[in-house]
């Protein structure tokens, strides 16, 4: 009876736990290739369309044909890709390769593309962008890693956790741990790009760009967040109510002879 009450106990924190690695996954894997729902998994989108059409925008005045420029930006964790907008559908056509820390820097990309002298969209993109901008962007790709990283250790020692409370325990600490990590990634990366997003909206008059968010993508990291709060608070629940007793079998039961049976009263 208690070996099935534990189980049942136990089931909800290792649902939780598989949630948190699986939607830390999608965000981790998010915007590496141009196809498929990985392409539609991005933390921010810059819509260039209207540069082209613009004769008082920095960009189309840049010494390069208005025809090279993507039709929009969009950024993961690792990389970013551009592509194109064909009656209001967003296309990737190709994305950058992987690199071991990645920090988006639009004012760079836009150098390396034109030879116009483009030192004021960079001096403006410094003052509204913090300066710390890319250890962010490091600490947010490393504790994204290690978020999964401890769901998948999570998962591993709950298998402990059936019948002690000593392994219910170890799990929690690993979820607090896990979910330290998914709530801080997720927190960093909304903070960062919701303040590209308001550089890209001050920046509008000259620019004639636009900037949002991959809402899907935010939506996955913060239930990940929420699903290991919730794994956290089961592990804490099993260890308080869930019991370490085994059943009781036969041989379990000690017999202890009487010396004297006649002086036993029934």
């Not at 004012?107 to 410094?126: H, N, P």
């Not at 949002?212 to 629940?237: D, H, N, R």
């Not at 002879?257 to 006649?262: D, F």
Request: net charge neutral.
């Amino acid at each position: 009876m208690a070996a099935g009450r534990n189980c049942f106990i136990v089931s909800f924190p290792f649902l939780f736990t598989i949630a948190t690695f699986v939607l830390t996954v999608f965000v981790i894997v998010g915007n590496l290739t141009n196809h498929g729902l990985l392409s539609k998994l991005y933390f921010m989108r810059i819509d260039m369309s209207l540069v082209s059409d613009s004769e008082t925008s920095i960009l189309s005045s840049a010494n390069l044909p208005s025809a090279n420029w993507p039709d929009f930006y969009q950024v993961g964790l690792w990389n970013y890709c551009q592509g194109s907008i064909v009656n209001n559908v967003y296309t990737v056509d190709n994305c950058t390769k992987t690199t071991g820390l990645f920090a988006f820097d639009f004012a760079t990309i836009v150098k390396s593309a034109s030879s116009a002298d483009l030192t004021g969209i960079v001096d403006e993109f410094s003052a509204n962008v913090v300066k710390s901008y890319k250890a962010l962007s490091y600490a947010m790709t490393i504790l994204f890693c290690l978020a999964a990283v401890f769901a998948v250790m999570e998962f591993v020692t709950g298998f402990f956790a059936f019948h002690s409370r000593g392994g219910s325990f170890c799990a929690l600490i690993i979820a607090g741990l896990s979910l330290v990590c998914s709530l801080a990634s997720i927190a960093i990366a909304t903070a960062i790009y919701k303040l590209w997003v308001k550089a890209f909206f001050e920046a509008s008059t000259s620019l004639e760009i636009s900037a949002s968010l991959g809402k899907t993508t935010y939506a996955l990291g913060w239930a990940a967040a929420v699903a290991a709060l919730l794994s956290a608070i089961f592990w804490f629940f099993s260890i308080c109510v869930g019991s370490t007793r085994h059943a009781r079998t036969e041989k379990d039961i000690i017999y202890t002879p009487v010396e004297n049976p006649s002086s036993v009263r029934y």
